[in-house]
């Protein structure tokens, strides 16, 4: 078979692979495939079957020589003792939301102080660092454009953002380590697969609470195509660490503020937690719709290992979720805050005809916003903040406090006060925003990570509209819904 | 550095971690195994990186690659995602199918579970079939003795006819032997001889006409045995690939970086 003998590949042939004058038949792939049909009928028809009945028994063989097992220890009890309860019909489910509950109302009873701590810090600089100017003589829009338009913008990323991601990704991290992921793909199994969707859905929605792009990376263990597009094309209704900061900021000052301060962050994580629930319900539902229309076809099987539990690696963890998660994110938080807080800056302080340029776009987008529950300020917010939605909140109160440029917010009852007496929001506001948080489309980067796994701008299409008009249409439902009846 | 000189320590003399850098690679080693089964973990120890792991099968979907030198020579290493077979059909497990057999690493070291030899050794032989240059990594080696479980590795030596070397990738233990064994392999100080079914004289003498064949219709594409049988098979796909000249592309694939926006999403998430 040495390439040597072959003769020199005749001109117009060379494409072909170099047929030369003389080897006998030409290297065409169909022929090899024709006489592969031809010789598979020679053999006995099962042949695939031995051969891979011969890989098992042989594993077998080798495994019965090689592994001495002792008598089963306590640990080995453990883990199916922890199991039996973790897993069991009646309480595996009860005990997952509780779990959900305690990592959210650490992460809002945790993050209040350091939180209110931080924007007290950051708003003192941009106090000082304006009146510094000031006394220099700069021009008055230096100082807002940079002090109170770009700086303020990353403040309030930073301090709203920051709190929350150090607590709630390292207790992700525990749990993901501690082998919790797979007990909830069986415990929510039954859920998908009566939704024609694939039980590994569970873990890929799992790992669309840290970002849902890589929860549509994560479905790449799903073997059927049908159920791998369900999984992608529904991960984004599970909040994602983006939308987190401003579910648990609406639950907290809305939420959390019509009870006593005792119950206060109890009552917001129960909030948020609702919202996870609604999530997880929306996705299953749209897995079903999915299912039944453009994605047609049945659950299929397979096997999940549950790993024995581990215990989790502190430095590891603390590494994982701090460095690679937290100060990741924060920084694209940073990146994309900083010029929307310049942007922002620009359409509160450039007049045309009497009104900012926000004031202009916000009263435009004012009728869809009311049809909603919501505002023009929130819809403007959300169109600037396409490329990243941790800015949605941020962006929305630098448009509110716009008119009042030296409002120096030190507390969530002061931001109560400027939302509810300021810009008239009501509860309604509150329940809905929440709501098109969580149905919203997907950030620009998951949209393109659809696309790269999908290669079909029509399924990346999908991904982003579906939610996007799922949103517009719950909201618009519990808007009316609430003005006819309340 | 001054009161742990891991060059200093004898476990590390030889090894030296270089992370991210795979430039002047002298070897390229390819980490395989069931999910779950530590492959990342050994990863991370032998490379210095952090590839994050979880405790769940399915936790790495792309292809990472990391270096480290052993003995003074660069190697490149490539953690593939987890897989039960190399017949399987996600994407992951294509994504490790596919280095195994058209990455051709020097070495290819499959990471078993201890406490689950049986399952795991379905996986080992069925990449002997395709490679001889392979060590077998027992890991976990520290919960099956928890669990009462002793693994007698010369004995699975013997039977799979390649090394088989004990390890905890979690606290680095066995990591020189399972390296000084690999650099044995590679370079042919240790000769292998790995376990593979005997198939019947029609099954024999049908592969021995179709490898030539398919070296022809695919020159430079490795492994042209394993395309064989999976023609015998009726593989539709591999048929495809056959057919339109895909198997050039995904060899050539192997040897760049897996799709950068993708590792770094489905590592470090977007936002």
């Given at each position: 078979m040495s390439t040597d003998s072959r003769a020199i590949p005749l001109p117009g042939a060379?494409?072909?692979?170099?047929?030369?004058?003389?080897?006998?038949?030409?290297?065409?792939p169909e022929l090899v495939i024709r006489r592969a049909e031809e010789l598979r009928r020679g053999l006995t028809n099962n042949f695939r079957d031995e051969a891979v009945s011969s890989v098992y028994a042989e594993a077998e063989r080798m495994a019965a020589r090689a592994v001495r097992r002792g008598d089963e220890t306590r640990r080995l009890d453990w883990d199916q003792r922890i199991d039996r309860i973790v897993t069991s019909p009646i309480l595996g489910l009860p005990l997952m939301l509780v779990i959900l509950a305690v990592v959210f109302w650490l992460t809002i009873a945790g993050a209040n102080v350091p939180s209110a701590m931080l924007a007290n810090g950051f708003f003192w600089v941009e106090g000082r660092a304006a009146a510094l100017f000031d006394a220099a003589g700069a021009p008055w829009w230096l100082t807002g454009f940079i002090w109170h338009g770009v700086f303020r913008g990353l403040a309030w990323v930073v301090s709203v953002m920051l709190p929350p991601m150090a607590i709630f990704f390292p207790l992700f991290t525990i749990l993901e380590d501690l082998g919790y992921l797979p007990r909830v793909a069986f415990n929510l199994d039954f859920l998908f697969r009566r939704a024609g969707?694939?039980?590994?859905q569970a873990l890929t929605m799992a790992m669309g609470f840290g970002c849902n792009a890589a929860g549509v990376i994560a479905?790449?263990?799903?073997?059927?195509p049908r159920e791998r597009l369900v999984a992608i094309l529904t991960n984004n209704f599970v909040p994602c660490n983006g939308r987190f900061p401003t579910l648990i900021m609406l639950a907290t000052i809305f939420v959390a503020a019509s009870f006593p301060p005792v119950l206060a962050s109890i009552a917001a994580a129960g909030a948020v937690v609702g919202v996870v629930v609604l999530g997880v319900l929306f996705t299953l539902v749209m897995s079903w719709l999915l299912s039944r229309t453009v994605l047609k076809g049945e659950a299929s099987a397979f096997t999940l290992e549950l790993p024995p539990y581990r215990r989790p690696g502190i430095t590891r963890i603390l590494y994982t979720s701090l460095i690679d998660r937290t100060l990741f994110v924060l920084w694209r938080a940073v990146l994309t805050a900083a010029p929307a807080g310049a942007v922002i800056w620009l359409l509160g302080n450039i007049n045309a005809g009497g009104a900012s340029l926000a004031t202009h776009s916000a009263n435009a987008l004012a009728p869809l916003g009311h049809a909603i529950g919501l505002d023009g300020v929130i819809l403007l917010a959300y169109v600037i903040a396409i490329p990243a939605n941790e800015i949605v909140v941020p962006t929305m109160l630098m448009v509110y406090m716009g008119g009042s440029q030296?409002?120096?917010?030190?507390s969530m009852s002061e931001l109560r006060t400027l939302l509810v007496d300021g810009h008239g929001w009501t509860m309604l506001t509150a329940v809905n925003l929440m709501l098109f948080a969580l149905l919203h489309n997907p950030c620009a980067t998951t949209i393109i990570t659809i696309y790269k796994e999908t290669l079909s701008v029509r399924w990346a299409a999908l991904g982003a509209l579906m939610p996007l008009v799922l949103a517009f249409l719950v909201t618009f439902l519990t808007a009316t819904i609430v003005r006819l009846f309340v | 550095m001054t009161a742990h000189n891991c060059e200093a320590c004898p476990a590390h003399a030889h090894l030296a971690q270089m992370g991210l850098s795979v430039d002047r690679i002298d070897r390229v080693v390819a980490l395989a195994g069931n999910?779950?089964?530590?492959k990342s973990t050994l990863f991370n120890a032998l490379t210095g990186l952090r590839q994050h792991t979880g405790n769940w099968p399915g936790k790495t979907v792309t292809r990472a690659e990391g270096g480290f030198t052993f003995n003074a020579l660069r190697y490149k290493l490539v953690d593939l995602p987890g897989t039960y077979s190399l017949l399987s059909a996600s994407h992951d497990e294509e994504i490790a199918r596919d280095f195994l057999l058209f990455g051709t690493p020097d070495c290819t070291i499959v990471v078993a579970d201890a406490t689950a030899l049986e399952r795991n050794l379905n996986l080992v032989l069925q990449v002997l079939e395709i490679t001889g240059k392979a060590v077998l990594a027992v890991n976990l080696m520290d919960e099956a003795k928890r669990k009462g479980i002793e693994v007698d590795v010369r004995s699975l030596s013997r039977d799979l006819g390649v090394p088989a070397v004990p390890v905890v990738a979690r606290t680095g233990e066995g990591l020189q032997a399972l390296l000084t064994t690999m650099d044995g392999v590679i370079g042919g100080t240790i000769t292998t001889n790995p376990a593979r079914a005997r198939g019947t004289p029609e099954f024999n003498a049908a592969i021995a006409e179709l490898v030539p064949l398919i070296e022809a219709a695919?020159?430079?594409?490795?492994?042209a045995r394993w395309i064989a049988i999976r023609l015998l098979d009726g593989d539709g796909r591999v048929e495809r690939a056959l057919r339109n000249g895909e198997l050039a592309a995904l060899v050539a694939r192997q040897q760049r970086p897996d799709d950068r926006f993708s590792r770094k999403i489905a590592l470090q998430g977007a936002q």
């Open positions: 060379a494409a072909r692979g170099g047929i030369s004058a003389e080897a006998a038949p030409p290297p065409d969707a694939h039980g590994k479905t790449r263990v799903i073997d059927s030296m409002t120096e917010l030190e | 999910p779950n089964t530590g695919a020159p430079g594409v490795p492994n």
